[in-house]
């Protein structure tokens, strides 16, 4: 019979880190009314946090990632460059490689009411995959 110490005590390949890869910041999500919420305080707030990993994931608007991955850049905390879409069939997490790839997916994108409550893409989400 396999114990837990003989398990836990086996290299598993792989590690685990905190993370929230869901936040939105005043930079760029219509629904953010604290003017703290910046992308900068957001990455400081998070390392203080504990967390490794985080996602800016403003709604329909990509503004904050770029703060996000100069603030992290001082920090031992990894930003993934992403978008959440607002579209007709539900909500989509986009997460890409890059920030320059982010840039090229979300300049295909058709936006609409931008700044608004009502901002939303007007592509499918199929379309998005």
């Known amino acids: 019979m396999t114990t837990l110490p003989e398990i836990t005590g086996l290299s598993r390949g792989a590690r685990f880190f905190r993370a929230d890869l869901h936040i939105h910041s005043v930079a760029g999500s219509h629904d953010v009314k604290d003017p703290a919420a910046t992308p900068e305080a957001i990455v400081t707030t998070a390392a203080q946090e504990g967390l490794k990993i985080i996602a800016v994931t403003d709604h329909n608007e990509i503004h904050g990632v770029a703060a996000a991955l100069a603030a992290a850049a001082t920090a031992d905390i990894f930003v993934v460059p992403a978008v959440e879409l ?8 986009c997460y890409l490689p ?17 700044g608004t409550p009502n901002s939303r893409c007007q592509n499918s989400i199929l379309d998005c995959l």
């Open 86 to 93: 607002s579209t007709s069939e539900g909500h989509l997490l």
């Open 98 to 114: 890059t920030h320059e790839s982010l840039q090229r997916f979300h300049g295909q994108l058709t936006i609409v009411d931008r």
